[in-house]
C-alpha cells in the first residue's frame, strides 16, 4: 500500500514538473487574481462580469487585437460593452502590478484553456518580451475602451473578430 502511494506521488510529481512553468503559473495567477470576477471557469457572471471563455480568443487573430488584450490587462477599462449578447457596465482594474511573465501567463492560460475552439491556426503564445513592448505605451481606462471599439470595428468588417459581435 505504501509502494502505491508513493507511486502514485511520484507520478502527480512527475506530471506538474512536466507542465510548461508559464502554464502553471497563469493557471494558479488567475486563480488569485482573476477567477472572483471572471469565475473559475472564465464564464464570467452575466451582468456584472464579462466572459472571458469563449470569447476573448478572436482577439489575437490581429495585432491590433493582441495588443488590446494585453492593455486591458494591464491598465483597465471602463465603459459599456457587449459580449454574448449582454451588456457590462463596469470597471476592469488594472494588473500593473503583475509582471510581464506574469502577464503572458495569464493571457497564455485564458486563450489556451478557455479560448482554444477561437485560436487562429499557429497561434503564438505571449512573450513576456512581446508584453513588455506592449505595456510601453500607457493608456487610461477610457482609451482602452476606445480602442476595443476599434478593434472590434476594424476587425469585423475582415471577419477577424466576427465572432465577437454575433454573441
Request: overall charge positive; aromatic content about 8%; proline content about 5%.
Amino acid at each position: 500500500m505504501k509502494v502505491l502511494a508513493a507511486s502514485a506521488i511520484a507520478a502527480v510529481a512527475v506530471i506538474i514538473a512536466a507542465r510548461p512553468k508559464a502554464y502553471a503559473s497563469g493557471a494558479s495567477l488567475f486563480a488569485q487574481n482573476c477567477a472572483v470576477c471572471h469565475q473559475p471557469n472564465g464564464h464570467g457572471l452575466p451582468g456584472f462580469y464579462p466572459p472571458l471563455a469563449d470569447t476573448v480568443g478572436a482577439y489575437v487573430r490581429t495585432a491590433a487585437g493582441r495588443a488590446y488584450l494585453v492593455h486591458v490587462v494591464s491598465f483597465g477599462m471602463t465603459g459599456a460593452i457587449m459580449s454574448h449578447g449582454v451588456q457590462y457596465n463596469g470597471l476592469m482594474q488594472s494588473w500593473s502590478q503583475l509582471s510581464d511573465a506574469d502577464l503572458a501567463a495569464v493571457l497564455n492560460h485564458v486563450l489556451t484553456d478557455f479560448n482554444s475552439r477561437l485560436l487562429p491556426a499557429g497561434f503564438k503564445p505571449y512573450t513576456a518580451a512581446e508584453v513588455a513592448s506592449l505595456r510601453a505605451r500607457h493608456l487610461s481606462l477610457g482609451q482602452v475602451h476606445a480602442e476595443r471599439a476599434m478593434v472590434l470595428d476594424a476587425s469585423h468588417g475582415a471577419g477577424s473578430i466576427a465572432p465577437m459581435r454575433a454573441h
